[in-house]
Antibody
Framework: QITLKESGPTLVKPTQTLTLTCTFSGFSLSTSGVGVGWIRQPPGKALEWLALIYWSDEKHHSPSLRSRLSITKDTSRNQVVLTMTNMDPADTATYYC???????????????WGQGILVTVSS | DIVMTQSPDSLAVSLGERATINCKSSQSVLYSSNNKNYLAWYQQKPGQPPKLLIQWASTRESGVPDRFSGSGSGTDFTLTISSLQAEDVAVYYCHQYYGSFITFGQGTRLEIK
């Protein structure tokens, strides 16, 4: 059974750096084809993809946020960490992590999602 | 980036009636390497993460009721709920997932008329 859970601060001040951790079970990020992504959703708004990391340590970031984002993995601890610098009130959102797979059939969509963590940016 | 545009933004349908949500991509998500459309549909209820309903434009996930169906190819796609049930009230998102620069539509809010 695949599960993911986001953790981190729920309140950050403007200009601070946000660090979120995704702790997962039921799969390994050392298995070929496996990936974990981060997605956010401002209150009442749409989903926005942020970053992806794969078993190979290949990383991809949203072009619009690339300069502020960093994604890393700790395979032994089954964790993926997202860092976002220079936080702004506009970054207030629920942040989700999710599982993804690539196999011989091609890429698959994000299939298993965590419950999300609401991060508020306010002084 | 591939831009995904859904229509309508909101929709009210009577119980038992058909609901149709459209999604258009700014470029084709049909890839000749495997002749598959990299298009998925999600359902999101308040306070919950998105739930994957359909991938490859028309393949329902295990456990998804067969009243949900997906169709389309290339740049134009449709999610149809054949007979709306009360538990289908949610926001629905389309999502293109070819490669790693993935994008979502803006969402369609589905309500009971």
């Amino acid at each position: 059974q695949i599960t993911l859970k986001e953790s981190g601060p729920t309140l950050v001040k403007p200009t601070q750096t946000l660090t979120l951790t995704c702790t997962f079970s039921g799969f390994s990020l050392s298995t070929s084809g496996v990936g974990v992504g981060w997605i956010r959703q401002p209150p009442g708004k749409a989903l926005e993809w942020l970053a992806l990391i794969y078993w190979s340590d290949e990383k991809h970031h949203s072009p619009s946020l690339r300069s502020r984002l960093s994604i890393t993995k700790d395979t032994s601890r089954n964790q993926v960490v997202l860092t976002m610098t220079n936080m702004d009130p506009a970054d207030t959102a629920t942040y989700y992590c999710a599982h993804r797979l690539r196999d011989t059939g091609g890429w698959h969509p994000l299939d298993y999602w965590g419950q999300g963590i609401l991060v508020t940016v306010s002084s | 980036d591939i831009v995904m545009t859904q229509s309508p933004d909101s929709l009210a349908v009577s119980l038992g009636e058909r609901a149709t949500i459209n999604c258009k991509s700014s470029q084709s998500v049909l890839y000749s390497s495997n002749n598959k459309n990299y298009l998925a549909w999600y359902q999101q209820k308040p306070g919950q993460p998105p739930k994957l309903l359909i991938q490859w434009a028309s393949t329902r996930e295990s456990g998804v009721p067969d009243r949900f169906s997906g169709s389309g190819s290339g740049t134009d796609f449709t999610l149809t709920i054949s007979s709306l049930q009360a538990e289908d009230v949610a926001v629905y998102y389309c999502h293109q997932y070819y490669g790693s620069f993935i994008t979502f539509g803006q969402g369609t809010r589905l309500e009971i008329k």
